[in-house]
Structure formats: structure tokens, C-alpha cells
């Protein structure tokens, strides 16, 4: 299963997409692949009609579905188990508040 994400990044001032590409590279997704039990990969968009200065591309690859759910509710939000591991990556992403405001759009697609 692949949850897709485009991220709109309003950055904060005197920080650079770079700098918050490196953040989810660096910080972001190891701590929430540790969290949460999947893999994230992000990206740049080079060519298309999504694409933007301030858009940046977020992948979550996980097992299953049932693997998505044991953290999300189907809508998209955290169920219990979620709560729990919310609570140990929410400094990692109130780090990334220090660096941008994001937004996203969303969709999970089940690999057939």
C-alpha cells in the first residue's frame, strides 16, 4: 500500500526548500518509519501539472493495509495505537514547524 502526499511548503523566513527536503530526508521520515512502521520517500517535482516551486512529493509505503490501519482510521486519522506513537514523534514534527508550515492532499493506493 502507498500513501501519496503533495505537500504545500510555506517556508518560514531565511529557510530553503533544500533545508527542509534535508529535514524529512534526515530527521522526519526515520523518525516517523520508527514511529509508525513504514517507509517515506520524498521528492521534487520536475515536470508536470502538479508541480510547483513550493511543492514537495511525500511517499509512505507500508506492508498492507492492515498495516496502515493498525495506526489510521480508514478517514485518514490516528486511531489509539496511533495516539501512542503520535505522542513520540510529535517533537520531530514540531521541529519541522521551526522550518515551514506544510499542508497536503492525500490518497493511499493498494499496489494490486
Known amino acids: 500500500m502507498l500513501g501519496v502526499h503533495i505537500l504545500t511548503v510555506e517556508l518560514k ?4 526548500m533544500e533545508q527542509v527536503l534535508d529535514f524529512y530526508n534526515t530527521k522526519w521520515a526515520p523518525a516517523a518509519n520508527q514511529c ?33 490501519e ?11 495505537l496511533g495516539e501512542k506513537a503520535w505522542a513520540k514523534f510529535a517533537p ?10 506544510v499542508t497536503e492532499t492525500w490518497a493511499d493506493w493498494v499496489i494490486k
Open 13 to 16: 523566513q531565511n529557510v530553503t
Open 36 to 68: 509508525f512502521g513504514f517507509n517515506c520517500f520524498f521528492g521534487k517535482c520536475v515536470r508536470g501539472t502538479e508541480c510547483a516551486e513550493n511543492k514537495l512529493l511525500m511517499v509512505y509505503q507500508f506492508n498492507s493495509e492492515a498495516d496502515r
Open 70 to 80: 493498525k495506526y489510521f482510521k480508514p478517514e485518514g486519522n490516528l486511531n489509539e
Open 92 to 101: 520531530t514534527n514540531d521541529a519541522l514547524q521551526q522550518l515551514a508550515s
